[in-house]
């Protein structure tokens, strides 16, 4: 049975059609690439840090 654990979430900034987020543990700058629209503009996605690997849910404002 899979754990339902709840991730820490971070504010992120659109940049184009990357999302960046600096990681709270390590303070390491991360970026998610996207190519579709449709994701792009979701107003939560996950996101994970390359440096130490902790699992965050990535907020970013919405475009209005």
Known sequence: ???N???PSVIG????YVIRFTCPECHNENAIMYN?????YK???DGTCA???????VL?????
């Not at 900034?13 to 184009?16: E, I, L, P, Q």
Request: proline share 7%; aromatic share 6%; net charge positive.
């Open 1 to 3: 049975m899979m754990k």
């Open 5 to 7: 654990s709840v991730k």
């Open 13 to 16: 900034t659109r940049s184009g």
């Open 36 to 40: 579709m629209p449709k994701s792009y």
């Open 43 to 45: 107003d939560s996605r």
């Open 51 to 57: 440096r130490c690997r902790k699992h965050f849910m």
């Open 60 to 64: 970013t404002p919405g475009q209005h």
